[in-house]
């Protein structure tokens, strides 16, 4: 199971996530926590009584009214006195007093007013009230903390996620992201908002074939798929007669011209079956470059014929089984994800891919001990594979640093530098040994093996991305990392990594219109509605700093452009 991040299938690095703090939310909602405001809210924020019933009060006492201002603050505390005694209407009907006796002039008193009817109609549960006298508070106070967090709560109950999430994001922006309920409502506010903007997005989204790196990546995740080992025979030769249907994928895959082999392979499947001899290796192919292309509904098509026709051979069914099964991780469906790979690890009990495969799904779902079981079982059967061998160190590591255990600790950290020994030109194997050094904040020696493996792969971008990445970590040298990523857009266009990265560093410049810009094009070649969802949820959230920032005037002045 191949990543668009890298070649390892790892998340991204922990300086883009540690901020969060929200466990297996992953990076959703980043943009809140990347971007720091400098400076406190100025002026006009009320802070109001701690008191649970979220009421504000004036500074005058009660006492005989004897001016329009003083008879409004007269009934708004004796509209306080019957919320505290739960009785919200008779509340409601003196904050209805306070408003009207109340002067025009006096806006911030009138806020307040409003607030508190508000507050009553919140216990009501009357939220269309709840929403209306928060924003005629607003309308007098429009930094008033209290009423943007009161309508960002009906707004989140009625399930109005844009607004909602602008009246968080004002929030934030004016605790100065200090205040930890605030973060995790727009955190679960831009979740929404993300699954939304996806579902919808996902329904037109036309389909981008992965780049030519990521193609190679992926294949060579495979070394017992049957149908790739065919692709890399030189025979039977291509340059004698018409070449047809499966032959004319198989030159293309060789050439490297990826866009034909998908149309070569329904060639060779609309066939006759007595003039195709490729049709099950033409399916698998084909539902191969559908999973590329982000077409799944097509690619779960043919393979399933493959997996349920009787006269497969073994190894194609499995490796349709586990390319079905890592699809259906990619389409939130663990559990038909790992019921196929169980399917194939009966059928197949000897062919590592299947052990390799649900290692990697087990690492990404935080079952550390039975990836750990199952890159065990991958590299026996397989001790060749490197990718194999580098995923068990990491596994190892990761498994000893929630056992605590230093002496497995450093046998992993062992295993790494001899896994670099032992596949020199494995790129895959510096580069995880690379993000576990610079986690561990060996940052020299990080470099170094980093710019091994962009050596090796000098065409692969995420390498680049992850350099640029430990730039930020090491040196805090935000311009070298930018380089570093923008090198990698130019060799590869198609790097959805680059993009995200570049977006979340934009941000946290204070660079959101241009931070957008990235996240757009990164969501351009989002292949599942699972990443669209993530990347979403980064857009929305620059988009709604950049409305709250512009609005208010309390986050950058200046927003810069390309």
């Avoid at 990594?497 to 990164?522: C, H, M, P, S, W």
Wanted: hydrophobic fraction near 40%.
């Amino acid at each position: 199971m191949a990543s668009s991040h890298s070649a390892s299938g790892t998340s991204l690095p922990k300086w883009q996530i540690a901020a969060i703090a929200l466990g297996a939310t992953g990076a959703l909602g980043l943009g809140y926590w990347y971007y720091r405001h400098s400076s406190k809210s100025k002026g006009g924020t009320l802070k109001g009584s701690d008191k649970s019933v979220s009421l504000d009060e004036t500074n005058e006492e009660s006492t005989v009214p004897a001016t329009p201002l003083e008879e409004a603050q007269f009934y708004k505390d004796q509209g306080n006195n019957y919320f505290r005694k739960g009785k919200y209407d008779e509340a409601i009907k003196y904050y209805n007093k306070a408003i009207e006796a109340c002067p025009e002039e006096s806006t911030i008193d009138l806020s307040i007013y409003y607030q508190n009817r508000a507050a009553a109609y919140e216990q009501l549960k009357k939220w269309s009230a709840v929403i209306s006298d928060c924003t005629k508070a607003l309308e007098y106070n429009e930094r008033y903390e209290k009423a943007l967090s009161r309508r960002a709560k009906a707004y989140e109950i009625t399930k109005d996620w844009e607004n909602c999430l602008d009246d968080i994001t004002a929030v934030c922006l004016m605790q100065n992201f200090q205040n930890q309920k605030s973060l995790y409502m727009a955190d679960r506010v831009l979740k929404e908002l993300g699954k939304m903007h996806a579902a919808e997005a996902i329904k037109t989204r036309k389909p981008i074939l992965a780049s030519k790196q990521f193609i190679k990546t992926y294949f060579t995740s495979f070394p017992n798929d049957p149908v790739y080992q065919k692709l890399l025979q030189v025979d039977p030769p291509l340059g004698e007669g018409e070449v047809k249907g499966f032959l004319r994928a198989k030159l293309a895959f060789a050439t490297e011209n990826y866009d034909e082999v998908i149309p070569a392979c329904t060639e060779e499947i609309n066939n006759s079956e007595s003039e195709s001899q490729y049709i099950v290796e033409s399916l698998s192919l084909r539902g191969t470059f559908y999973i590329l292309s982000g077409l799944f509904t097509e690619a779960l098509a043919d393979l399933k014929t493959i997996i349920e026709a009787q006269d497969t051979a073994v190894a194609i069914k499995v490796n349709a089984l586990i390319k079905r099964g890592s699809l259906y991780l990619q389409l939130d469906n663990s559990e038909q994800c790992l019921n196929d790979f169980n399917a194939a690890a009966e059928l197949g009990l000897e062919i590592s891919d299947v052990y390799h495969h649900r290692g990697q799904v087990y690492l990404l779902c935080d079952k550390t001990e039975a990836a750990r079981e199952d890159f065990e079982k991958a590299v026996k059967l397989n001790p060749d594979f490197a990718i194999a061998v580098v995923q068990k160190s990491y596994a190892n590591y990761r498994y000893a640093l929630v056992a605590q255990d230093a002496g497995m600790l450093v046998e992993a950290m062992t295993s790494f530098k001899n896994a670099t020994k032992r596949f020199p030109n494995c790129s895959e194997a510096f580069v995880l040994h690379a993000q576990v050094l610079a986690e561990r904040q060996d940052y020299e020696q990080a470099e170094a093996l980093y710019t091994k493996a962009a050596e090796i792969e000098p065409k692969n971008a995420s390498i680049l991305v992850h350099m640029g990445v430990l730039q930020l970590q090491w040196k805090a040298d935000i311009d070298k990392a930018i380089d570093l990523m923008r090198t990698a857009i130019e060799i590869d266009n198609k790097c959805e990594f680059a993009y995200e990265t570049l977006g979340t560093v934009e941000v946290q410049r204070g660079n959101l219109i241009i931070a957008i810009d990235y996240f757009n094009k990164a969501i351009e070649l989002a292949r599942t509605e699972m990443e669209m969802t993530h990347l979403f949820s980064l857009r929305d959230a620059a988009v709604s700093q950049l409305k709250i920032t512009t609005k208010l005037g309390i986050g950058p002045q200046v927003l810069k452009s390309k």
